[in-house]
């Protein structure tokens, strides 16, 4: 099962990865994660992509690009995977479809999802991430069990930069203003869903499930979408 989960800042991608990573075993890579532990090592990657980050833009798609591929060659790959957050442009779509037909791989469908922009700032005003295993948490939706403390491993609990409320709008209003065309592309060959991200964070997960083979019985069967519990998403 190869899905990309796409939608604006704080839609809960990262929270729908995790889930499928820990109940399926499916690796969650995600574009923010890895860009942001490039410029923690200060790497010539992050180095590059920081400025970018820091104001709320999208890095130069060669620099994404690469990593992504890099990633989805390593061996974890091979019986699936969710993007999360990759890709956000036509560009980045394009070159994923390209780099997967080369390996005999294709793309099964990218979930996009919806939801308003004042439930967004709430999400993102409130979210919390460990500081040392990157869980995410919400002061008031998702709180961890001690506050302020990871429930994984009692670390603390701090805001990501880009968090600020100026730097979230921005990040919104790149996503409306850039991500049109990818979400266009998917749609033209049916391999849109969309997913109403505004209900709680299990439903959602039900809701996704319904396309998800268990890993079992991909084992006997090749990974396809089945349209169950959510709706391929309508024509504009
Ligand atoms: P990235 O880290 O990917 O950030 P993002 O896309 O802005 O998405 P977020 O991680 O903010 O939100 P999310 O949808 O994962 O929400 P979450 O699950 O955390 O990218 C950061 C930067 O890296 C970009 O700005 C760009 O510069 C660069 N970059 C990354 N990819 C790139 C690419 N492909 N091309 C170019 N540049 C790229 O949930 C948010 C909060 O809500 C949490 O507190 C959570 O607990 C809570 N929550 C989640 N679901 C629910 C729910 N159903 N109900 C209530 N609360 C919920």
Same mark, same amino acid.
């Given at each position: 099962?190869?899905?990309?989960? %796409?939608?604006?800042?704080?839609?809960?991608?990262?929270?729908?990865?995790?889930?499928?990573? %820990?109940?399926?075993?499916?690796?969650?890579?995600?574009?923010?994660?890895?860009?942001?532990?490039? #410029?923690?090592?200060?790497? +010539?990657?992050?180095?590059?992509?920081?400025?970018?980050?820091?104001?709320?833009?999208?890095?130069?798609?060669?620099?994404?690009?690469? =990593?992504?591929?890099?990633?989805?060659?390593?061996?974890?790959?091979?019986?699936?995977?969710?993007?999360? +957050?990759?890709?956000?442009?036509?560009?980045?779509?394009?070159?994923?479809?390209?780099?997967?037909?080369? %390996? +005999?791989?294709?793309?099964? %469908?990218?979930?996009?999802?919806? =939801?308003?922009?004042?439930?967004?700032?709430?999400?993102?005003?409130?979210?919390?991430?460990?500081?040392?295993?990157?869980?995410? &948490?919400?002061?008031?939706?998702?709180?961890?069990?001690?506050?302020?403390?990871?429930?994984?491993?009692?670390?603390?609990?701090?805001?990501?930069?880009?968090?600020?409320?100026?730097?979230?709008?921005?990040?919104?209003? #790149?996503?409306?203003?850039?991500?049109?065309?990818?979400?266009?592309?998917?749609?033209?060959?049916?391999?849109?869903?969309?997913?109403?991200?505004?209900?709680?964070?299990?439903?959602? &997960?039900?809701?996704?499930?319904?396309?998800?083979?268990?890993?079992?019985?991909?084992?006997?069967?090749?990974?396809?979408?089945?349209? =169950?519990?959510?709706?391929?998403?309508?024509?504009?």
């Amino acid at each position: 099962m190869n899905f990309v989960f %796409a939608g604006p800042p704080g839609a809960g991608k990262g929270t729908q990865a995790g889930l499928f990573h %820990a109940r399926h075993g499916l690796p969650h890579i995600c574009t923010g994660d890895m860009l942001r532990q490039a #410029v923690r090592d200060a790497t +010539g990657l992050g180095k590059r992509a920081s400025e970018y980050m820091r104001r709320g833009d999208l890095v130069p798609d060669a620099l994404v690009d690469e =990593i992504v591929r890099a990633r989805l060659a390593e061996p974890d790959c091979g019986d699936g995977f969710i993007l999360d +957050g990759y890709p956000r442009t036509l560009e980045q779509a394009r070159v994923l479809d390209a780099s997967l037909a080369s %390996a +005999g791989r294709r793309l099964d %469908a990218a979930v996009l999802f919806t =939801i308003r922009d004042d439930v967004l700032l709430t999400r993102l005003a409130g979210r919390r991430v460990c500081s040392r295993c990157g869980m995410t &948490y919400h002061v008031e939706y998702r709180p961890p069990r001690a506050a302020g403390r990871c429930d994984v491993d009692g670390a603390p609990l701090a805001q990501r930069k880009d968090d600020d409320a100026d730097t979230i709008r921005h990040r919104i209003g #790149v996503f409306r203003e850039l991500t049109g065309p990818m979400v266009e592309y998917y749609r033209a060959d049916r391999r849109l869903l969309q997913a109403n991200a505004e209900r709680p964070i299990q439903q959602i &997960y039900e809701e996704i499930c319904g396309f998800i083979e268990a890993p079992e019985q991909r084992q006997h069967s090749r990974a396809r979408v089945r349209p =169950i519990g959510i709706r391929p998403a309508p024509a504009v």
